[in-house]
């Protein structure tokens, strides 16, 4: 690909034009005059349509060249291929009357969405035509660069086949130099060759193209957005030596203890993996021993040494994300708020910076925390928003926490999105657990990733010294009546049950003396928050605390109780549940074996049918056998084996992996694509739970009025985001209810619902679901 020198600004008026693109490519076009295209926001002339094209052309070509290792093959090809495709993106915007109409929009990504106007298809049909074999592969890119990415074949008329047979007027308007452009790209190989494995760099050569088309449109038509955007990121060295900063200090102030030292172990056994070359690690580590900061510190020294370009930190929970975020933000402070970028539907908007709020469009951030569902769902995206970012996942290191998460109805796409980032991407991927899954391939297990690295030396010593819970199992089922018995033999006693009827059962059979405690996901998390301050409060003050939860305690809340009971479920849950009891260790400090107590008993009622009961049969199976310790490696990973190879021919319940073809052998394979059917598949939480929204205290109530009164569009949806915190969603069948029987107030035009019934929301158990009040529900809090 040839140099140039840059000889002309994107507008003689602009002084920041070199901002936005640098020489490195042929340009199409010459002459620094204000020409006939788009608007320009300064002088009301029209910026020179050859500028955009070449700005895009420059941006896509760059960003798919970092998604290789520098100066590598597979990186100059990626150039020329992004390249092209940035060229010839608007060849349908060159007739007149798509300029004119052009004009009359504000802002010219909203242009063909109203499909009054196609300028996409004749690019589109360009590239199909001119570059042999691997044409259409492009032309879904410059098809659904607005609209987002198609099928090849269907019966829609916005397929790929469809739209590249419609016949438009020969296009004179475009510049024989630019039409005749190099035709020749050289190929890509891929670890595998298949057609998955294009399909994969499809999505992300369109990610490169977005939000190359978007920077280039935003440069001309907002200069005060595009100067806000970071011009430069601070290096991973500089952020690395922060948090090595941090942790000096954490261990400087910790108490010597046994959990301390082995925390120190751990942190050291991670800087030693760094070196290790990128590809897929696992990261074994007890709940309790640190492993948040450790994955971090590897991260950034890992990607220090190889050249990586960011740290992408993936949980399933958005009830723990704040906090790891929170953790990563104290450690990073030096660095300033921005150096952590949170990507999740609960962020703060009172935390949000212009910077935070524009990198999260394009992840153009060096530490980014989001979510399992916002990670691997832009993986297998569409639409540009979510596609936008994806250029950046390569060449990352991506710290998936609680990664036997995953799951068993998508676990093998998730494995192949895997897999293809740490074989062609350079992405290192560390599958970060105190469970580690079994999902190693073997012969049993065919649709598992080839085997990570282990960062702990010796996971099973790690987990014996860390032992810090004794596991029992108790005989037969467990009624209600026998459980309350047993727990009230103990003054601190957590209890988590895996229905919140149960756990509302129980609690109206303890004694109502002060010391029982309720919590469940019907409560919105500012009450939930409140109630877990006040329950660790007592437990410091060694007052007496009965707490019955459901398995939401689980996701990532620090807890200690010297007791634990735990319904039967899946054993990661059991762990889990382990994990707040006796977190610290001081329990076993001063007797030496472990000290916690565990006791794991089976209700009366079996679980609901769907995850939960295939988890616990699955725990069942395995804790049949009488186990020594039910929750030792060996064990765990006989679950996971159990769990995942019972169920691999259900792996890929949506066919996912049939949405591109295996391999491409002959052109018409390229129409085998199912972009757009892939999208709207691929749902990690099929989970339509509707959301309602509870005036809970000074601050809820203060919310839900200012929502009810106001009717700016800006107003509302920060409203909404502050509100996320007084939310509480259920199943549609009991949304309906509530509405039919006005006890929900439905607002703007029923893009709200609030909570419109004293009575259906109480202190200790949160919202009542059903209009018919059948259990108790204390004293109204509204």
Partial sequence: MPAYAHTHPDHPNSADAEKYWEPLFTPFGEGPECCQREQCRKCEALEPFHGHLNKVAFWTARFAGEMFPPSSTEAKSAQEWGYLTGLW?????????????????????????????????????????????????????????????????????????????????????????LRAHSISLPPLSFAGDSGRSHAFFARLLFSALVDADFLATEAFMNSDRAGARPQELPEIGDIENAL???????????????????????????????????????LTVPTGGGKTLSSLAFALKHARIHGLRRVIYVIPYTSIIEQNAAVFRR???????????????????????????????????????????????????????????????????????????????????????????????????????ATQPAINRSEEFRIGVPNPREIIPDPRELYDSLRRVTTTRLPGKTSDAALIDLLSKHDQVLCIVNTRRQARCLFDLLPNDGTRFHLSALMCPEHRSEILIAIKQRLMRGLPVRLISTQLIEAGVDIDFPVVFRALAGLDSIAQAAGRCDREGRLTAKIVNPAGQLFIFEPEKSPPPGYLSSTTASAAEVLSFDPPDPLGLDCIESYFRTHYWKHQDSTDEKHILDCAPVRLERPDDLLLFKFKTCGEDFRLIDDYSQPVLIPYGNKGRELCALLRETFDPTTIRRLARKLQRYTVAIPPPQHARLLNTGILRPLHDEQFFLLNSDPHYSSEFGLHPEPELTLNTCQSIL
């Fill in 89 to 177: 993106h608007d060849l349908g915007k060159f007739p007149d009357k798509w300029q004119a109409y052009l004009k009359s929009k504000a802002d010219p990504h909203q242009a063909e969405v109203s499909g009054k106007m196609d300028h996409t298809t004749v690019g589109a049909q360009h590239i199909a035509k001119k570059i042999p074999f691997v044409g259409p592969l492009l032309a879904y890119l410059i098809a659904g660069h607005h609209a987002g990415l198609a099928d090849g074949i269907s019966d829609s008329s916005g397929c790929l086949d469809q739209r590249l047979r419609m016949i438009f007027p020969p296009c004179a308007e475009v510049p024989p130099s």
């Fill in 244 to 282: 090595t900063t941090h942790l000096a200090e954490l261990v400087s102030k910790a108490k010597p203890s046994s959990v301390n030292r082995h925390r120190s172990n751990i942190l050291q056994s991670c800087l030693d993996a760094a070196t290790i070359e990128p590809g897929l690690f696992s």
């Fill in 331 to 433: 450690a990073l402070a030096a660095l300033g708020p921005d150096i952590v970028l949170e990507h999740h539907s609960n962020f703060d908007p009172d935390a949000e910076s212009t910077t935070s709020r524009l990198a999260t469009e394009n992840w153009d951030a060096r530490v980014i925390v989001t979510t399992n569902v916002q990670f691997f769902e832009s993986l297998h995206a569409h639409k540009t928003s979510r596609c936008r970012k994806l250029h950046r996942f390569a060449r990352s290191v991506v710290v998936l926490d609680e990664a036997q998460s995953l799951p068993v109805p998508l676990l093998s796409p998730c494995l192949r999105t895997i897999e293809e980032l740490t074989k062609n991407y350079q992405t290192s991927v560390v599958l970060c657990t």
